[in-house]
């Protein structure tokens, strides 16, 4: 949302922020505080890796800007996080607090949300091109810029696998997985058919699309609960789709404007 508002290149490179190395967890790719990387390989390391390292990074630039662009001093990361959580609610987020960029829980304050909210959260991030092709690649190739011992500049490349295990399996083309010690194993995975174009009384049109969002917390197996989670989903949608799709309460819509 932010590359969008501000015109910014995705291929514009940041840097690994000293804040970075005090997150705790693996550090896959071997970052350093001073590392560059470019705004678009963060996102895969980000969403494919689960990098929180680049995560960290990512919120302490775009945080930056938007302390530059509004006049105001304090700390990019909290600027960041700030952000998270009016998005969060201006999309119908009750139960979800974000105290940090990658959600790790280990230290200060805890994080916490919903499978419901992350579901919303879901919706709203699959409405994005961008961020819909990143969760659906398998794996890609990133660039990591260091500074050498001799103040010259050292390319390393990495191959960041996305740790969706299911990804292409039933139709998944996303979205992400989740790991840490007070929210146990997560995940969320989308699918999607072919849309039901069904034929109007005035002649027109109607198009429905189908997509399943299917959320799994603190599950030991969550990619067999995911597919299975999946499976009743897409029963259910086709049972629901013949009764004519009837909602008996506008609290049961995940997905709708905040009035």
């Known amino acids: 949302d932010w590359a969008k508002v501000t015109g910014t290149d995705l291929g514009q490179n940041i840097i690994i922020p000293q804040s970075a190395s005090a997150i705790g967890g693996p550090n896959q ?63 119908g987020l009750k139960y979800t607090k974000f105290v940090n960029p990658h959600g790790m829980d280990h230290q200060g304050k805890i994080p916490y949300s919903s499978a419901s909210d992350v579901a919303r959260l879901t919706i709203y991030a699959m409405g994005k091109a961008a961020f819909t092709f990143i969760c659906s690649q398998t794996e890609k190739k990133v660039s990591i810029v260091s500074i050498g011992s001799r103040q010259d500049f050292i390319v390393k490349e990495f191959i960041v696998k996305n740790t969706n295990k299911i990804l292409n399996v039933d139709g998944i083309d996303g979205v992400k997985t989740g790991l840490t010690s007070k929210a146990g194993p997560c995940l969320v995975v989308t699918a999607a058919k072919q849309p039901i174009v069904s034929e109007l009384a005035d002649g027109n049109k109607q198009v429905t699309p189908r997509r399943l969002v299917v959320v799994v917390l603190g599950a030991s197996d969550r990619f067999g609960a995911a597919r299975s989670l999946l499976l009743r989903g897409w029963e259910k949608f086709e049972g629901w789709n013949r009764r004519g799709r009837q909602i008996r309460d506008r609290v049961e819509l995940l997905s709708m404007s905040k009035e």
């Open 29 to 91: 790719l071997k970052l350093r505080p001073g590392d560059q990387i470019s705004i678009r390989d963060a996102l895969y390391c980000s969403v494919l890796g689960s990098n929180n390292w680049t995560a960290e990074a990512l919120a302490y630039h775009v945080g930056k800007d938007l302390l530059v662009r509004s006049g105001k001093n304090g700390d990019p990361v909290k600027e960041f996080v700030k952000h998270m959580n009016a998005l969060a609610n201006d999309h």
